[in-house]
């Protein structure tokens, strides 16, 4: 038997190829959109791809399956309770897929959505019991699978589907048994996901904090508490999934130089500079949405750009241009023009308006100074952007609380003539939710270095 897993960092998405040597065939569970590394591997190993499995339909990222199934033929497979709406073959509980000499006993584990599966693997050449399971979004390293995804109102009721699959489904296995989960640390699709991509039944049952025992009231409270924000552009990314994501194709530069750019942008396309943060300080385009190209920009894109807007690329090097594409079109943004060919000294050159500057970083105690000192036409509105949950915990005095979620939606709540100071846990959300208002106009834009977590640490006073 030969198993592999595949990782992307940022969104912390893990799928499988799982391949049966001795008979040349193999799966692949949970394929993101980046399909030839499959492809490759199972080359590399003598391996045909008959069959791919979906553990459930993914809010965060979307899947690949349309088009790993249009380079191989393979079937695709989704539980019953899917509702997917492109052509594929159904699992029930107790279902076994057979790859030559391996098994895939196929468990029905609803919680995180009604349609989630486990797979249970054994390697009948050693034993006919399971040595690994694919849990999918059930079980994690730390932690279980959220059950809001799927919408509020469901949760209560899937977190109860939770406890069943937990407790009746799950624990009663062998603590011997390998648990390869669908997601690691970067994942929004838990509370706490642990940073170790595998880990064992026993290790869990004893350290796993969602696995301590509790009647079916206290789970359910437990799961649907504390919960992050919810991935951006979710919805859209689940529509995609259910009506079956269309292929990418082959990822090809696509240069433009200013010119013939400039009619995409006065039809209505977005620029995106992917550039370091110093670059962008130095000289950007009035109106174009600044995320640097590095592993979390597919987790912070749905907040700032809207999904549907065609979208121009300005890189630091063209050689990036097929993984930025790649890490849009893993959150559903497929609509990329291409990239700019020509610097923004050629954009000046041609008269077109150059801005200079940008959100102001600035650290917990120049905040606090800022805002002892400050008169009430200058002073900033402190925007907490983090979940509910975590401003009870402690924000700063004053702070206005808008989820970083809700911000796009919510923005006429601010002035954006008035200095806005975000802040989130560490630093991350609040870059988004800056990076947000100045693509909006608003004047003067403050991002709190290190979060809340920094503002405790130096000792300055909190708010409960």
């Given at each position: 038997?030969?198993?592999?897993?595949?990782?992307?960092?940022?969104?912390g998405c893990a799928?499988?190829?799982?391949?049966?040597?001795?008979?040349?065939?193999?799966?692949?569970?949970?394929?993101?959109?980046?399909?030839?590394?499959?492809?490759?591997?199972?080359?590399?190993?003598?391996?045909?791809?008959?069959?791919?499995?979906?553990?459930?339909?993914?809010?965060?990222?979307?899947?690949?399956?349309?088009?790993?199934?249009?380079?191989?033929?393979?079937?695709?497979?989704?539980?019953?309770?899917?509702?997917?709406?492109?052509?594929?073959?159904?699992?029930?509980?107790?279902?076994?897929?057979?790859?030559?000499?391996?098994?895939?006993?196929?468990?029905?584990?609803?919680?995180?959505?009604?349609?989630?599966?486990?797979?249970?693997?054994?390697?009948?050449?050693?034993?006919?019991?399971?040595?690994?399971?694919?849990?999918?979004?059930?079980?994690?390293?730390?932690?279980?699978?959220?059950?809001?995804?799927?919408?509020?109102?469901?949760?209560?009721?899937?977190?109860?589907?939770?406890?069943?699959?937990?407790?009746?489904?799950?624990?009663?296995?062998?603590?011997?048994?390998?648990?390869?989960?669908?997601?690691?640390?970067?994942?929004?699709?838990?509370?706490?996901?642990?940073?170790?991509?595998?880990?064992?039944?026993?290790?869990?049952?004893?350290?796993?904090?969602?696995?301590?025992?509790?009647?079916?009231?206290?789970?359910?409270?437990?799961?649907?508490?504390?919960?992050?924000?919810?991935?951006?552009?979710?919805?859209?990314?689940?529509?995609?999934?259910?009506?079956?994501?269309?292929?990418?194709?082959?990822?090809?530069?696509?240069?433009?130089?200013?010119?013939?750019?400039?009619?995409?942008?006065?039809?209505?396309?977005?620029?995106?500079?992917?550039?370091?943060?110093?670059?962008?300080?130095?000289?950007?385009?009035?109106?174009?949405?600044?995320?640097?190209?590095?592993?979390?920009?597919?987790?912070?894109?749905?907040?700032?750009?809207?999904?549907?807007?065609?979208?121009?690329?300005?890189?630091?090097?063209?050689?990036q241009y097929e993984?930025?594409?790649?890490?849009?079109?893993?959150?559903?943004?497929?609509?990329?023009?291409?990239?700019?060919?020509?610097?923004?000294?050629?954009w000046e050159e041609?008269?077109?308006?150059?801005?200079?500057?940008?959100?102001?970083?600035?650290?917990?105690?120049?905040?606090?100074?800022?805002?002892?000192?400050?008169?009430?036409?200058?002073?900033?509105?402190?925007?907490?952007?983090?979940?509910?949950?975590?401003?009870?915990?402690?924000?700063?005095?004053?702070?206005?609380?808008?989820?970083?979620?809700?911000?796009?939606?919510?923005?006429?709540?601010?002035?954006?003539?008035?200095?806005?100071?975000?802040?989130?846990?560490?630093?991350?959300?609040?870059?988004?939710?800056?990076?947000?208002?100045?693509?909006?106009?608003?004047?003067?834009?403050?991002?709190?270095?290190?979060?809340?977590?920094?503002?405790?640490?130096?000792?300055?006073?909190?708010?409960?």
């Amino acid at each position: 038997m030969f198993t592999q897993q595949f990782f992307v960092e940022g969104l912390g998405c893990a799928s499988y190829l799982v391949g049966c040597e001795a008979k040349g065939i193999a799966a692949v569970i949970d394929p993101d959109r980046d399909v030839q590394k499959y492809l490759e591997t199972a080359q590399g190993r003598g391996l045909k791809i008959t069959h791919i499995i979906e553990t459930h339909l993914h809010a965060d990222h979307v899947s690949g399956n349309s088009e790993l199934a249009a380079h191989t033929g393979a079937e695709i497979y989704l539980h019953e309770n899917s509702g997917a709406e492109f052509s594929h073959k159904v699992l029930k509980h107790n279902d076994v897929i057979e790859l030559g000499n391996i098994r895939l006993h196929v468990l029905h584990t609803p919680g995180h959505t009604p349609e989630s599966i486990t797979l249970l693997v054994a390697d009948t050449t050693r034993a006919e019991e399971p040595w690994l399971a694919l849990t999918g979004d059930t079980l994690f390293v730390g932690d279980i699978g959220r059950p809001d995804l799927v919408g509020m109102e469901a949760a209560r009721g899937l977190a109860g589907d939770m406890h069943e699959s937990i407790n009746h489904k799950i624990l009663p296995l062998n603590d011997s048994l390998l648990i390869y989960p669908g997601h690691g640390a970067g994942s929004l699709c838990g509370k706490s996901i642990g940073a170790m991509r595998s880990t064992t039944l026993g290790f869990e049952r004893k350290y796993n904090p969602a696995l301590a025992p509790r009647d079916k009231s206290e789970f359910i409270e437990f799961a649907t508490s504390d919960l992050p924000e919810q991935p951006g552009n979710h919805t859209r990314i689940k529509a995609m999934n259910r009506k079956g994501a269309k292929p990418l194709g082959t990822v090809e530069n696509h240069p433009l130089s200013i010119r013939e750019a400039i009619p995409h942008f006065q039809r209505g396309a977005g620029l995106l500079d992917t550039r370091p943060k110093a670059d962008y300080v130095k000289a950007h385009v009035p109106g174009s949405v600044h995320m640097e190209a590095d592993a979390q920009l597919s987790n912070r894109i749905g907040f700032v750009f809207p999904p549907d807007v065609p979208m121009i690329l300005l890189l630091e090097d063209a050689s990036q241009y097929e993984q930025v594409v790649y890490s849009l079109a893993r959150v559903g943004y497929e609509n990329v023009v291409g990239y700019l060919a020509e610097g923004l000294d050629v954009w000046e050159e041609m008269g077109l308006p150059i801005a200079a500057g940008d959100i102001k970083d600035i650290e917990p105690t120049e905040l606090h100074q800022l805002l002892q000192t400050c008169s009430n036409g200058d002073c900033p509105k402190v925007v907490d952007v983090r979940e509910p949950w975590e401003f009870k915990q402690g924000h700063v005095p004053g702070a206005m609380l808008i989820p970083l979620g809700q911000l796009s939606a919510r923005l006429t709540e601010l002035d954006p003539e008035q200095p806005v100071a975000v802040i989130c846990a560490s630093g991350n959300r609040s870059q988004s939710a800056a990076a947000l208002l100045g693509q909006k106009g608003f004047k003067t834009v403050y991002n709190v270095l290190g979060g809340t977590g920094a503002w405790m640490r130096t000792g300055l006073e909190v708010e409960r």
